[in-house]
C-alpha cells in the first residue's frame, strides 16, 4: 500500500505562533492533496487542499506548500489559535477506478494560550 | 442532518459477540468508505463500497469482517466473534459519484466506538 508519511506525531505552539506540519508520500500516482481537520470524538473534516500542478494554495490563516519534486507537502497555520487544537490528517487519494484515500498518521496539535 | 448517520455512536461488547455498525451516507451520495482508527492513531481504510457492489475491500480483515451496501438502507460493518483488537473508533465517509477519490473530499460520520471487554 502507497504510503504517506507525516511529522511531528505531536507538536505544541504558542497562541500567535506558526504551527507547521510536515507530509511525504512515495506513489507519485497521487493527484489531490487534501488535510483533514479532526476534534476529540467527531469525524475528520475537509480543511484544505492542493493540486499538484500548484506550489502554495492559501486559505485565510492555513496554507498548503507542496514540492512535487521532493515528493512533499505542508499544512502552515498563522497566527495559531486555541480553537484550532486538534489531530490534523493529511491525505493522497489514487488516480484510479478503484482508489481509496490514504491517510497520513496525523499530528496532535495543541495551541497554547 | 444532511450529513453522515452512524449509529450506534458507543457499542460495548463482550469477546465473541457480534458487532454491527451502520452507516447512511449523505444525500445523493452512493460510494461509502470505511475505514478504522485506533486510540492515538491515524486513518485506516478498510473497505470501498458502492450500492450492492464491494469495490475494494484490500484494507479488511479476511476473517469476521464483513461490509455490505445494500439497494435499500444504510451500509454496515459487521465484526463477527470481537476480540479485544477490535476495540476502536470505526469512521464511514461518503463521497459523491466519483468525485471524492478524484478530489480527495470525503465527508465523514462521526464515529462508532466499539469497546470490547
Known amino acids: 500500500q502507497q504510503q504517506v508519511k507525516q511529522s511531528p506525531q505531536s507538536l505544541i505552539v504558542q497562541k500567535g505562533g506558526i504551527s507547521i506540519i510536515n507530509c511525504a508520500y512515495e506513489n507519485t500516482a497521487f493527484d489531490y492533496f487534501p488535510w483533514y481537520q479532526q476534534f476529540p470524538g467527531k469525524g475528520p473534516a475537509l480543511l484544505i487542499a492542493i493540486r499538484p500542478d500548484v506550489s502554495e494554495k492559501k486559505e485565510g490563516r492555513f496554507t498548503i506548500s507542496f514540492n512535487k519534486s521532493a515528493k512533499q507537502f505542508s499544512l502552515h497555520i498563522m497566527d495559531s489559535q486555541p480553537g484550532d487544537s486538534a489531530t490534523y490528517f493529511c491525505?493522497?487519494?489514487?488516480?484510479?477506478?478503484?482508489?481509496?484515500?490514504?491517510f497520513g498518521s496525523g499530528t496532535r496539535l495543541s495551541i497554547r494560550p | 442532518n444532511a450529513g453522515v448517520m452512524q449509529n450506534p455512536r458507543h457499542l460495548v461488547r463482550r469477546r465473541g459477540q457480534e458487532a454491527r455498525l451502520r452507516c447512511s451516507p449523505m444525500k445523493g451520495h452512493s460510494h461509502v468508505y470505511w475505514y478504522r482508527q485506533l486510540p492515538e492513531e491515524g486513518l485506516k481504510f478498510m473497505v470501498y463500497l458502492q450500492k450492492e457492489n464491494i469495490i475494494d475491500e484490500s484494507g479488511m480483515p479476511k476473517e469476521r469482517f464483513s461490509a455490505e451496501f445494500p439497494k435499500e438502507g444504510p451500509s454496515i460493518l459487521r465484526i463477527q466473534q470481537v476480540v479485544r483488537g477490535d476495540s476502536a473508533a470505526y469512521f464511514c465517509?461518503?463521497?459523491?459519484?466519483?468525485?471524492?477519490?478524484?478530489?480527495?473530499?470525503?465527508?465523514f460520520g462521526e464515529g462508532s466506538r466499539l469497546t470490547v471487554l
Open positions: 491525505a493522497a487519494p489514487r488516480r484510479s477506478s478503484a482508489s481509496k484515500i490514504i
Open positions: 465517509a461518503s463521497s459523491p459519484s466519483t468525485s471524492g477519490l478524484q478530489s480527495g473530499e470525503l465527508f
